[in-house]
C-alpha cells in the first residue's frame, strides 16, 4: 500500500470508530477530494473553461440511516455536534459547517425523494479557507453518501450540480461549477479540461517528470471572498448586458471578444471593461496553455500561471498581498516553472510546479522570509492528483 492509502486508511478507521462509539452500528464511508485549478481562474460561471484536478487531501464522511427522522451530525476535527430533523431543514446561521451537509440533504427533498434520518461524523484533512475547496468535498461526500443509502440513482454530473445548489442555498455563495465537478469527477494523474458552459469534459494526463504540485498557504482566511465573489459575478453580467445590446447572440463571457470590450464595455466603466477583459483573457489563455501541455511545453504552460496571477491580482481584484508576495518571491526562481494564487482569491494557496529536487531548498528560504514579513505561519502541501468522490 502506499503512502496515501495508508493515510487514506487511518482517517477513514478514525471516522468508522467514533461513528461507533457514538452511534453503535457501523457505517459506510465516503471520501471526496479537495482540488487544485491548474489554469482557468473565475471563468466557470463565465461559462469558459477550467483545468482542475482533485487531490490527495478530502473530507471522510461516515453515515448510516436512522429509523426516525433525525439527523445527527458530528464534526469530528472540530469536537462539534449538531441535529436537526429533516422536516425542519434551513440554513444555519452561526456555524457553517453543518451547511454543507444540511444543503445536500436538501436536493433530494427537492427533488422529491423520500428522505430518511441519519447518523454521521464528518473528518477532513483539506485546510479550511485555503482554495482547496473543502466545503465542495462535504458537499460532494454529501450527496454521493445518500444517492447510494436512499438509492436515489442520480447520475455523477446530476450530483454535482445538486452539490453545487447546496454551496448556492445553503452557503450563499454563488459559485461556478468547477469545485463540485473536480470533487466528484476526479482522475488520478488527470486534470480534467472542462467547459463549463457544455459540461463536455476530457481527461489530460498530468504527470510531469521531476515536477511536483506544491502549495504554499498564505493561511490568510478570506473573510471578503463571498461577497466579493458574487460581486465579480455581477460584474461579469453587467458587461455581457451591455454587449447584448448590440450584440443579441451573445450570453456570455465566453462568447465575448477584446473588440467587443473596446467597443461595449470600456467607453461605459473601466473597471467592469478590466474585470471581464481578465477573464476574456483567461479563458483565451487557458487553450493556450492546453496546447502547451499538450506539446510537453512545461514551460510555457508555468509562464501562463504568471500571467493568470498577474491578470487575477491587477485586473480581477482578487488577490492580496500575501499571494502576491509569495508569487514576487518565485517569479525569477529557474526551480519554480509556474505560480499563481489558486481558488476564489483573497487568500487561501498559491499553487507552484517546482522542480521536485529544489523544494526542500524553496521552502527553506520562502517560509522563514514570508513568516518575518507577513508575520503570519506559512504551510505547505505537495498535491498529488487523486480520483475523485468514492465510497472506501
Ligand atoms: C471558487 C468557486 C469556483 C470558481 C473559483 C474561481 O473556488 O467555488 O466555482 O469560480 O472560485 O475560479
Not at 478507521?13 to 461507533?20: G, L, R, S
Not at 481562474?41 to 477550467?50: K, L, S
Request: net charge negative.
Amino acid at each position: 500500500m502506499d503512502e496515501i492509502n495508508i493515510m487514506q486508511q487511518t482517517i477513514t478507521e478514525k471516522a468508522k470508530q467514533k461513528f461507533v462509539e457514538l452511534y453503535g452500528n457501523i457505517p459506510i464511508v465516503v471520501r471526496s477530494p479537495g482540488r487544485i485549478n491548474i489554469i482557468g481562474e473565475h471563468t466557470d460561471y463565465n461559462e469558459g473553461f477550467v483545468l482542475p484536478a482533485a487531490i490527495d487531501k478530502a473530507a471522510y464522511f461516515a453515515i448510516s440511516l436512522r429509523d426516525d427522522d433525525d439527523i445527527h451530525l458530528m464534526a469530528l476535527d472540530l469536537n462539534e455536534t449538531f441535529s436537526v430533523s429533516i422536516n425542519d431543514l434551513k440554513p444555519v446561521g452561526d456555524i457553517n459547517w453543518p451547511n454543507y451537509i444540511l444543503g445536500a440533504v436538501a436536493q433530494f427533498k427537492k427533488k422529491g425523494i423520500s428522505l430518511k434520518g441519519f447518523n454521521a461524523v464528518l473528518t477532513s484533512d483539506v485546510p479550511i479557507g485555503a482554495g482547496l475547496s473543502s466545503s465542495a468535498a462535504v458537499e460532494c461526500a454529501t450527496v454521493f453518501a445518500l444517492n447510494e443509502l436512499l438509492h436515489a440513482n442520480f447520475e455523477k454530473l446530476e450530483m454535482v450540480k445538486m452539490a453545487q445548489k447546496a454551496e448556492h442555498e445553503y452557503a450563499g455563495v454563488m459559485c461556478g461549477i468547477m469545485d463540485q465537478f473536480a470533487s466528484m469527477m476526479g482522475k488520478k494523474d488527470h486534470v480534467i479540461k472542462l467547459d463549463c458552459r457544455s459540461l463536455e469534459y476530457t481527461y489530460v494526463p498530468f504527470k510531469l517528470e521531476g515536477i511536483k504540485i506544491l502549495l504554499l498557504d498564505t493561511n490568510v482566511k478570506h473573510s471578503l471572498a463571498s461577497s466579493e465573489y458574487n460581486t465579480r459575478r455581477k460584474e461579469c453580467n453587467q458587461a455581457v448586458m451591455w454587449i447584448k445590446e448590440h450584440e443579441p447572440k451573445v450570453n456570455s463571457l465566453r462568447d465575448v471578444t477584446e473588440v467587443m470590450l473596446n467597443k461595449y464595455v470600456l467607453p461605459k466603466d473601466k473597471l467592469i471593461d478590466m474585470r471581464s477583459r481578465f477573464v476574456v483573457q483567461e479563458i483565451n489563455r487557458l487553450e493556450a496553455g492546453c496546447e502547451d501541455l499538450r506539446k510537453d511545453d512545461i514551460k510555457a504552460l508555468g509562464k501562463k500561471m504568471f500571467e493568470t496571477h498577474d491578470g487575477l491580482s491587477n485586473m480581477y481584484g482578487v488577490s492580496c498581498k500575501e499571494l502576491d508576495y509569495l508569487v514576487d518571491f518565485v517569479r525569477d526562481n529557474d526551480a519554480v516553472i509556474g505560480a499563481r494564487m489558486m481558488g476564489g482569491g483573497f487568500g487561501g494557496c498559491v499553487i507552484n510546479l517546482v522542480k521536485e529536487t529544489e523544494i526542500n531548498k524553496l521552502i527553506e528560504v520562502i517560509k522563514p522570509a514570508y513568516e518575518h514579513e507577513m508575520k503570519l505561519p506559512l504551510t505547505y502541501y505537495i498535491a498529488s492528483i487523486e480520483n475523485g468522490t468514492e465510497i472506501i
